[in-house]
T-cell receptor, first 115, second 112 residues
């Protein structure tokens, strides 16, 4: 099993450009998450999904859009990139049991620089 | 919504036991407490999860008092490779399901 795979690993964008980050998981997990992590800071939740076809806003959703058309994939889009979106982006997935959100598995991260 | 508070940083020496305490005064009845570890340039990794009393696995122990307003992650006999950031999480339930939100974490530095 590959676990959680993020594509691409690195990217440099010019201000105003758009791009899509892909997250794929092969563990049949229901929940998927997108986070950003700025240098020396903790992770901040951007958007998340509790199942195929559903998405919800996290702590810092502005400037991002997401889609979960297939259970195994969670896409994060930047329509018009800004330097403030320079960060490392992490995707994660988990399989909750009832009220308990069990262990989340993280991808290796995507380092995005907007110039 | 439960929010967590942890020390920003801690120093320790190899072979010592390290205890990191997390406060979560507004924890809800159905919330579980989960700890993650993050090394530089990597995504976080699950360490341990508990609801009350004590939980132990091959990596750490988690102590949760009866009022559940705090929890303590205990790392026995740390080594240099335990240098990392440790996050305490309390699941945030909402209508759309569980959100996993991370605070600032505790940066542990293990010295030789």
């Amino acid at each position: 099993n590959a676990g959680v795979t993020q594509t691409p690993k690195f990217r440099v964008l010019k201000t105003g450009q758009s791009m899509t980050l892909l997250c794929a998981q092969d563990m049949n997990h229901e929940y998927m998450y997108w986070y950003r992590q700025d240098p020396g800071m903790g992770l901040r939740l951007i958007h998340y999904s509790v199942g195929e076809g559903t998405t919800a806003k996290g702590e810092v959703p502005d400037g991002y859009n997401v889609s979960r058309l297939k259970k195994q994939n969670f896409l994060l889009g930047l329509e018009s990139a800004a330097p403030s979106q320079t960060s490392v982006y992490f995707c994660a997935s988990s399989y909750p049991t009832g009220e308990v959100n069990t262990e989340a598995f993280f991808g290796q991260g995507t380092r995005l620089t907007v110039v | 919504l439960a929010k967590t508070t942890q020390p920003i940083s801690m120093d320790s020496y190899e072979g010592q036991e390290v205890n990191i305490t997390c406060s979560h005064n507004n924890i809800a009845t159905n919330d579980y407490i989960t700890w993650y570890q993050q090394f530089p340039s990597q995504g976080p990794r699950f360490i341990i999860q508990g609801y009350k009393t004590k939980v132990t696995n091959e990596v750490a122990s988690l102590f949760i008092p009866a009022d559940r307003k705090s929890s303590t992650l205990s790392l026995p006999r740390v080594s240099l490779s335990d240098t990392a950031v440790y996050y305490c999480l309390v699941a945030m339930n909402n209508n759309a399901g569980n959100m996993l939100t991370f605070g600032g974490g505790t940066r542990l530095m293990v010295k030789p």
